[in-house]
C-alpha cells in the first residue's frame, strides 16, 4: 500500500499527490537498504574481529547463533557464539582470549563452550538452544565442527518433532498472551509480540522439522520491515529495548523513510499481521502432523465448498472465474462451520475470482450476512480474505481503513479490525432487533468514514449510503443505513453527556433517529461497538444509561410524552433520612446523599479524590421536600435533597472505607475539612514528570442541549482531582451545577455539566460565560 509504505497520508488523513507517493517510496526504500547495509557491514567486521582473535587454532569453532547468527545483529543486539572444540585441555585459556577482548570493547556477550556432543545434548533439552543451534552459523576455526553440531541437532529436532513443536508452541503461547498482539499495540515489542519477529524463528524451527514449508518471501518481507524498525529504533535510543514507545516513533519513522508515527505504525501493523497469518498457519499443520492419524474428513458445505482435514477448501469443479459469489459463499460457509480457509483456496479465489456485478446480487448480500452472523469465527475467515487482498476486491473503500491505527489507549484495534471485531459482538444481538441485516452491515461500516477528514460519523454515512447501494439494499434499506452510521455515536454520547431527565434530550434523539427499527439498531451496534472497542469503553454503568435512553425515545416514537424524572427509590430516600449527608458503596459504584446545596458536586468530588478514588463516571440528580430531621419543635425538616452516584476505583490499594467516606463528607458540609489544602499538599509532594503529549483541552458552552441550563462540555486529559477542580473553579464563577454526567475514557476525561446562574436561568451574561470557559481551562491544562 502506497499510504503505508509511501506515507501518504499527512496527520489530517489527507491523500499525497502521486509524486509525492513516489519520492516518499523512494526515500524508504533507501533508508531501509542503509540499515539492511550497516548490520551485514557490521557483522562482517565482527566475523573478521573474531576470527583474528580465535587465530590459526586447530579443532576449535566459533559458532554465532542468534540474530548474529542470521546475520541481522542490530545496533542493540547481543552477540551469542559458541565455541566449538574436541576436548582440548586449554580450552578456559583460549576462550578467555576471545571473551575478554569483547567484554572491554563494552558489546555485551552470550558465550558457551562445548563440545559437539555436549551441544548436542542442550540442545536436546534446552528449547532457546535447540533454537538458537538450528540456524547456527560457522564464523571462524574448523568448519568441520560447526557442521558436525547442526547436522546432529538437527537431526534430532526432526527426530523428537512431535515432542519439540508442541513445547515451542505453548512457549509462543505464552509469550503472546505477556506482550500482546503486535499489530494492534500502541507501543509494542517488536521481538516478543504476537506477530513479531520471534514468530518468524518459530515458523523457521518448524520449516526445519520438515513439518511445514519455510517463511514464504511475504513473510520475509514483513520481517525485515519489522527488523528495520527495531534497527532504527536501537540506533535512535541507544538501548536494546525492543517496545516501540510513543515518544520514539516519530523518530524511528523518519530514520526508515517513513514520513510520521501514523505511517509507522500502519507499516508495522501490516506486516505483523502477515506473520500472525502465517503463523497460524503453521501451527494449524503442527497440529495435523502431532495430531493421531484418523480418516480423511471430507463433506459438503455449500455449494462448491466442501470441509477437507479441517479446512475448507473449494470442490471439485468449481470455478471461481464463472461464479463470482464463491468467494462470499466459501467464506460464509467457512465461519458458520467454525473452520479456517486453507491457504491454498484463498489464494486462488484471489487469483481467479470474478468480479462481483453491482449492485450485488441477493445471494452475494446473503453470504456477507451470514459470514458476518458466525460472529468471532468470522474474524479469522475475514483475515484470510484481506490477507490475500479479497476485501479490497470485494469493497473498495476498505482500502481507506486497512491497518489504520488509532493512537488512542481507548482503542484495542486498528480502524479495519475494530470494525470486523464489531460486526462479531453484533452477532450476538441478531435476535434483539428487526432487521439483523442492517445490524451486522451497519456494525461492519460504522467506522468506515475514519479513513477520511472531518468527522467520521458524517463521512462515513456518505460511503454507507454509496456501500448500501453497492451492496444492492433497497432505497428504504440504504437511507436506515445512513442513518445508523450518522449517529452510531448518539445513544452512547448523549446517554453519558446529557440529562437523561431532561425533555430536550429524549426529544433530540427522537427526532435525529426517526424510525423505530434505525434506534433498535443503534441499540445494539452501541453494546457491540463499546465491547470491540476496549475494556475502557463499556460497562454496566453507560449499559444502563444506554438502555434507558433507548428505552425513553422508543416510547416517543410511539406516541407517548417526554418521561418525567423519576421518583427517588426507597434506598435513596432511606439514605437522606440520615441527615447531613450519607454514603453507601456497592462494589465501584458510591452513591452520596446530601442536602442539596451550591458546591456539593465538587465538594462530594473532592471527599474521593482525597480517599485516592479515581472518578470514572458520575451523575447527580435532585429533588425537592425530603425530611432531613426534626427542627426545633419537632416536625421534620423539609430541604431539597441531591443524589451524587459516582463510577469510581481506588488509585491503587483496595476499595475505599464508607464509613470514613461519610465522615469526611459530612465535615466537609460542615465546613471542617479543608479539602484544597490537603489536596494542594498532596500535589506537592509529587514529583513531576514528563509524559506522553496531549492534546489541549477544550471547554464548550452548548445551548441548545437543554431548556432549563446550559450545557458545559469539558475534554481533557484525566488526572486526579480533576473534577473535584473544575467544580471549584464554577463554584468560583459564581454559577450553580445542577447536574452532571462524568465520562473517562482511558486517559480521557470527557465531563459534561448543566450549569445556571444565581437565579437559575440558563447563562445569557456573554462575559459570564467567557469568564466561566477561561476559569474552568485554566485548572484542566
Known amino acids: ?134 540456524s547456527a552459523r560457522h564464523v571462524a576455526g574448523d568448519p568441520a565442527l560447526t557442521r558436525e553440531l547442526r547436522e ?147 463433506r459438503p458445505l455449500a455449494d462448491g465448498v466442501v470441509e477437507q482435514d479441517g479446512e475448507v477448501v473449494l470442490a471439485l469443479g468449481a470455478d471461481p472465474g464463472k461464479d463470482p459469489v464463491l468467494v462470499l459463499r466459501a467464506a460464509a460457509a467457512a465461519a458458520q462451520a467454525g473452520l479456517p480457509l486453507s491457504i491454498a483456496t484463498v489464494e486462488k479465489l484471489a487469483k481467479e475470482a470474478a468480479p462481483l456485478p453491482v449492485p450485488w446480487p441477493p445471494q452475494a448480500r446473503d453470504a456477507l450476512v451470514t459470514l458476518l452472523g458466525a460472529g468471532p469465527a468470522a474474524i479469522g475467515v475475514w483475515e484470510a480474505l484481506d490477507q490475500a487482498g479479497l476485501i479490497v476486491h470485494l469493497l473498495p473503500d476498505w482500502e481507506r481503513v486497512r491497518n489504520r491505527p488509532q493512537r488512542n489507549p481507548v482503542h484495542t484495534f486498528t480502524v479495519d479490525r475494530h470494525l470486523v471485531e464489531t460486526a462479531a459482538r453484533a452477532a450476538a444481538h441478531t435476535r434483539d432487533v428487526a432487521r439483523p441485516d442492517l445490524l451486522l452491515v451497519g456494525a461492519l461500516l460504522h467506522d468506515i468514514g475514519k479513513g477520511w477528514p472531518g468527522d467520521h460519523s458524517r463521512t462515513g454515512a456518505v460511503m454507507a449510503r454509496d456501500l448500501g447501494q453497492r451492496l444492492g439494499f ?62 475502557a469503553a463499556w460497562g454496566a454503568w453507560k449499559a444502563r444509561l444506554v438502555a434507558e435512553l433507548a428505552r425513553r425515545v422508543a416510547a416517543v416514537l410511539a406516541g407517548a410524552p417526554p418521561p418525567v424524572a423519576p421518583d427517588p427509590t426507597p434506598e435513596q430516600l432511606a439514605l437522606a433520612r440520615h441527615g447531613g449527608g450519607a454514603v453507601r458503596v456497592t462494589g465501584s459504584r458510591i452513591t452520596m446523599v446530601a442536602p442539596d446545596r451550591s458546591g456539593l458536586l465538587w465538594q462530594a468530588a473532592g471527599v474521593l479524590a482525597l480517599h485516592r478514588l479515581a472518578v470514572r463516571g458520575a451523575r447527580t440528580v435532585s429533588w425537592a421536600a425530603v425530611a432531613h430531621g426534626p427542627n426545633g419543635d419537632g416536625r421534620p425538616h423539609q430541604a431539597d435533597t441531591a443524589v451524587l ?15 470514613a467516606l461519610e465522615a469526611d463528607l459530612r465535615r466537609v458540609l460542615a465546613g471542617r475539612l479543608d479539602v484544597a489544602a490537603r489536596l494542594e499538599r498532596r500535589a506537592r509532594s509529587y514529583k513531576p514528570r514528563k509524559g506522553v503529549p496531549v492534546p489541549p483541552p477544550r471547554v464548550t458552552l452548548l445551548d441548545d442541549a437543554s431548556s432549563t441550563a446550559t450545557v458545559m462540555e469539558v475534554r481533557a486529559h484525566d488526572r486526579p482531582g480533576l473534577l473535584w477542580r473544575i467544580g471549584h473553579a464554577l463554584g468560583s464563577c459564581g454559577v450553580q451545577v445542577r447536574g452532571a454526567r462524568v465520562e473517562t475514557l482511558g486517559a480521557e476525561a470527557v465531563d459534561v455539566f448543566y450549569i445556571v446562574d444565581e437565579d437559575g436561568h440558563p447563562l445569557a451574561d456573554l462575559a459570564l460565560r467567557e469568564t466561566i470557559r477561561r476559569s474552568v481551562l485554566d485548572v484542566v491544562r
Do not use: N
Not at 88 to 98: G, T
Not at 161 to 178: D, I, N, T, V
Open 152 to 298: 546432529t541437532v538437527l537431526t534430532d529436532w526432526r527426530a523428537d518433532a512431535r515432542r519439540r513443536l508442541p513445547e515451542l508452541r505453548e512457549m509462543s503461547r505464552s509469550r503472546w498472551s505477556r506482550y500482546g498482539e503486535l499489530a494492534f499495540l500502541l507501543e509494542p515489542d517488536l521481538k516478543e509480540s504476537r506477530g513479531g519477529l520471534r514468530d518468524v524463528h518459530a515458523m523457521q524451527a518448524i520449516a526445519a522439522a520438515w513439518v511445514a514449508p519455510a517463511p514464504t518471501a511475504r513473510v520475509r518481507e514483513a520481517y525485515d520491515l519489522l527488523l528495520d524498525v527495531r534497527h532504527a529504533l536501537h540506533e535512535h535510543t541507544g538501548r536494546a529495548g525492543d517496545r516501540l514507545v510513543l515518544q520514539e516513533q516519530d523518530a524511528v519513522a523518519g530514520a526508515v523513510g517513513l514520513l510520521d508515527a501514523h505511517a509507522l505504525l500502519r507499516a508495522v501493523a501490516e506486516a505483523a499481521r502477515t506473520v500472525t497469518y502465517a503463523a497460524d498457519h503453521a501451527w494449524r499443520t503442527v497440529s495435523r502432523f502431532c495430531s493421531p492419524p484418523g480418516r480423511p474428513v471430507r
Open 645 to 659: 452516584e459516582f463510577i469510581a476505583v481506588p488509585e491503587y490499594g483496595s476499595g475505599p472505607d464508607p464509613a
Open 474 to 535: 433497497d432505497a428504504a434499506d440504504v437511507r436506515a443505513l445512513e442513518a445508523i452510521v450518522r449517529h452510531h455515536l448518539l445513544l452512547p454520547e448523549t446517554a453519558t453527556r446529557r440529562d437523561l431527565d431532561d425533555p430536550v434530550t429524549i426529544e433530540t434523539v427522537a427526532e435525529a433517529v426517526g424510525d423505530p427499527v434505525v434506534l433498535e439498531t443503534l441499540a445494539a451496534l452501541a453494546i457491540a461497538d463499546g465491547q470491540a472497542t476496549g475494556p
Open 1 to 134: 500500500m502506497a499510504d503505508v509504505i509511501g506515507g501518504a497520508h499527512g496527520p489530517a488523513g489527507e491523500v499525497a499527490p502521486p509524486g509525492r507517493e513516489v519520492s516518499r517510496a523512494s526515500a524508504t526504500a533507501e533508508a531501509r537498504a542503509a540499515l539492511g547495509a550497516a548490520r551485514a557491514a557490521r557483522t562482517g567486521e565482527l566475523d573478521r574481529e573474531l576470527a583474528r582473535l580465535l587465530g590459526a587454532e586447530a579443532d576449535v569453532a566459533l559458532v554465532a547463533v542468534g540474530s548474529h547468527g542470521r546475520e541481522e545483529l542490530t545496533p542493540g543486539g547481543d552477540l551469542d557464539l559458541v565455541l566449538l572444540h574436541r576436548g582440548r585441555p586449554d580450552i578456559s585459556a583460549l576462550a578467555d582470549r576471545v571473551w575478554y577482548p569483547i567484554w572491554d570493547s563494552g558489546q555485551r556477550l552470550d558465550h558457551s563452550v562445548r563440545t559437539p556432543e555436549e551441544g548436542r545434548a542442550v540442545a536436546r533439552e534446552d528449547m532457546k538452544a535447540a533454537l538458537g543451534l538450528i
